[in-house]
């Protein structure tokens, strides 16, 4: 039967963190996780706990300390996969065991090496395992979009007997056409004899741009649940993005006849987040939460608009939570304001964040006359989402000019020891890149500098972004500051400490 509550299954945390250079440490993933109870999200993928130790310690975190949510842990089909995500998911209120094997051919003859007896053995033996430990195991057929339907059917039916309480239909390349992939998950529903003992669930690749419309055409032909991540991140072109979705089943109730819990006055935030933390810009035209999702550019939409919102909004920009420019704080504003500011903005800080955030504050309000959201926003993430910094910028004195030649002097801390360098460049950035890069003594090459401004205004906080590679490790790093030389030092800091973080992992 169509329609009825979806669930949402969020998977930034997994497969989103595998587009390149999104990596997440495990203070970032935790941040995100709270911001998903937040949202409401049903289920959260956590990650793939025998990925890496660090991967492990992340799930482990999340299933340990969030409440209120399912966190589920990604698992190939073998036990020592199973094991180790059950050790990262025990202490979890109702934690998910997402095990998957790939059943298209394709997949079946090149990768795996097997045949179809091998492989519905394979999958009915790991769900068999996987159901020792939780009822709440997900059964994911790789690639099942290329795959043979009735194999798919055959698969799902003896997983379902094995213990699979959700089965997973997922677009893994992207391949499918909305009609195609509604009709396939309508085939399922029909020649599943027990499809009303699971939950029958997509997840969607975006390499030809309709991750989210095969997501729409399968949640109409039946399917119940919906795996999705923030921005649409995710590997190679991405995933179905959460906040489509989620504003598509709302804006068109009438005619999906389905809904979600998701609060959704908290996705741009959300988005917001997800972005400052993997680095990854939103590109302006992104639907719901672009820059331009509901700015009004014509003077005829621009009338329209000031006549009557619906005529050319069919979404309330309220409802998503954009706050338009609303005027946070000035620079008089005390500790008592911010501090109200920040929970209402859904920030839970200890006393020592409060403190860094408080004096950060003040130092960019001095400068900037009027604090905005965004701007309040850029602080917190700076100052709380910070990982361990080997690297931390002191000061810096940049010098440029028409007729001067750019020079840097830069003032750090490496590993605890105070150093200060100086270099000259072709403009102060460049010369202040070539002061940190000797301190540093890395052997990384800048491959990407952007330059945005967060608000508008000649005071407005610069934000850059690098993406910086070291032995073909690609990271992102992002800086704010009102500055915009020391924005670009902080971003080449923030990327440096994430490439010596993830040495470490
Ligand atoms: O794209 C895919 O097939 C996946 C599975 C692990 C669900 O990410
Ligand atoms: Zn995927």
């Known amino acids: 039967m169509a329609g009825g509550k979806i669930f949402i299954f969020d998977t930034t945390l997994r497969d989103g963190e595998q587009s390149p250079g999104a990596s997440m440490n495990m203070q970032e993933k935790f941040r995100l996780a709270q911001q998903f109870v937040k949202l409401n999200i049903d289920i959260i993928e956590a990650g793939f706990p025998v990925a890496s130790k660090g991967d492990f310690d992340c799930v482990k975190n999340i299933a340990d300390h969030i409440c209120d ?70 059964f994911s057929a790789e690639d099942a979009s290329r795959s043979d339907l009735d194999f798919v059917c055959e698969v799902f039916e003896a997983v379902i007997r094995a213990g699979a309480t959700t089965l997973n239909f997922p677009d893994t390349t992207g391949y499918a056409m909305p009609d195609e992939f509604g009709d396939s998950i309508a085939y399922l529903n029909r020649h599943i004899p027990s499809i009303d003992k699971a939950v029958l669930s997509v997840h969607c690749h975006n390499d030809l741009g309709l991750a989210t419309a095969n997501s729409l055409a399968a949640v109409k032909a039946g399917a119940r649940q919906v795996e999705c991540t923030v921005n649409g991140i995710g590997e190679r072109a991405g995933n179905t993005a959460m906040e489509e979705v989620v504003m598509a089943l709302r804006t068109r109730a009438d005619l999906l006849k389905a809904t979600t819990d998701v609060v959704t006055e908290h996705i741009t935030a959300t988005s917001r987040m ?30 329209g608009v000031l006549k009557e919102r619906t005529t050319y909004e069919i979404m309330n920009p309220c409802d998503v939570g954009l706050n338009q420019n609303s005027l946070v704080l000035g620079k008089h504003s005390g500790r008592h304001a911010l501090y109200d500011k ?133 990271v992102l790093g992002k800086g704010a500051d009102p500055d915009i030389v020391t924005a670009a030092a902080k971003a080449y800091l923030n990327g440096l400490n994430r490439l010596e973080y993830l040495k470490k992992k």
């Open 69 to 138: 949510i399912q966190v589920a842990g990604l698992a190939r089909c073998n036990e020592k996969d199973i094991d180790t995500a059950w050790q990262a998911l025990k202490n979890g209120d109702n934690s998910r065991i997402h095990i998957f094997l790939a059943t298209s051919d394709i997949h079946m003859k090149y990768k795996l090496k097997m045949d179809r007896e091998q492989v519905l053995e394979l999958a009915v033996a790991s769900v068999r395992h996987a159901a020792k430990y939780t009822s709440n195991v997900e």
């Open 274 to 303: 997800v972005s400052t933390i993997t680095g990854m810009l939103v590109q302006p035209n992104k639907a719901v939460v672009g820059a331009n999702a509901f700015a009004h550019e014509s003077g005829i939409h621009q009338d």
């Open 342 to 474: 920040i929970a209402v903005m859904g920030y839970k800080l200890n006393a020592d964040e409060l403190e860094r955030v408080f004096n950060r504050f003040k130092t960019v309000a001095d400068v900037k006359k009027e604090m905005f959201d965004e701007d309040l926003e850029a602080i917190l993430m700076d100052e709380v989402l910070r990982i361990p910094n080997i690297y931390e910028l002191l000061s810096l004195g940049a010098m440029s000019g028409s007729k001067t030649l750019p020079t840097s002097s830069v003032r750090m801390r490496v590993n605890d020891k105070e150093m200060t360098g100086c270099a000259i460049g072709v403009g102060p950035i460049d010369a202040t890149f070539r002061a940190i890069a000797k301190l540093t003594k890395t052997g990384s090459k800048l491959l990407y500098f952007a330059v945005s401004s967060i608000t508008g205004g000649t005071d407005a906080q610069g934000e850059v972004m690098v993406r910086i590679e070291d032995n073909s490790v690609v």
